[in-house]
């Protein structure tokens, strides 16, 4: 499976984008460490990328940039506010999507890997995602199948940090009572997490209520498993006070942030 590289230079970036051959889709993040959309999109593009195998040559290529470290790169694509993708190929700019939207992304990614013959692909088969006239996605494959697709998504998503938190909004600018509560809690107990905002994303919103049986948000995961909402949580804690001891940037000696 593709995975998401870090361009660190001008030199590597020129030496990246010279070993591609023009039939590659190139997919390149701008970002910034301390904006928290950007960590939500390195969520969804790592997952993304997840669905794309490794090919020879390389049908898709994955990149992220530091838009504050490589300015020079960031002006040459216009880069004004991140997250900020730019989708080219063979050296042209085919198409850039500004801001947080999972759906927005997929779907540009989905259209542009398809221009170039090549679906998106799993270790289980095509995925779902041809493009129609109006660069709607469509699909030609039955409920059971779009249903699997999402799953496996969604099984990657919930494990895309030891502690994950799907909430609405971000931690930043929380969007109800609920998940602003969940995020003091983290923040509290020096928790590093990853998170997902679910009004971000339709698709997850609505399918990861039946992929985990539990209807509401925020919802936290641990390693995989579902702990529940805030109640849930709060009931965890009363009942040992050490139940996110182990995911502490305190008790395991990190001095960064607590989110990611």
Known sequence: MSDLKEIISIESW????????????????????????????????????SEYPVTEPPTTSWVKINAEDLTDISEAYNVTAVPFLVLIRN??????????????????????????????TTNNGPAAGVTNNEGEVATDEDPDKKKQE????????????????FMKGTPSEPKCGFSRQ?????RDN????????????????????????????PQLWVDGELVG??????????????????????????ASAATS
């Open 150 to 165: 999402l799953f496996r998504r969604l099984g990657d998503l919930v494990k895309a940090a030891p502690v994950m938190l």
């Open 14 to 49: 020129e030496q990246h984008i010279s070993s591609l051959p023009p039939s590659t889709l190139l997919i390149v993040s701008f970002h910034t460490p301390w904006a928290a959309p950007c960590a939500q999109m390195e969520t969804v593009l790592k997952t993304l990328a």
């Open 190 to 217: 020096a928790v590093k997490y990853g998170f997902f905002n679910i009004l971000a994303d339709d698709e997850v919103r609505q399918g990861l209520k039946e992929y985990a049986d539990w209807p509401t948000y």
């Open 182 to 186: 969940m995020v003091g809690i983290l």
């Open 229 to 254: 909402g805030l109640d849930i949580l709060k009931e965890e804690l009363e009942s040992n006070a050490d139940f996110l001891k182990p995911y502490s940037v305190k008790a395991n000696g990190d």
């Open 91 to 120: 050296g042209e700019v085919l198409e850039t999507v500004s801001g947080s939207s999972a759906v927005k992304v997929r779907n540009a990614i989905e259209r542009h890997a398809n221009k170039a013959g090549t679906a998106a």
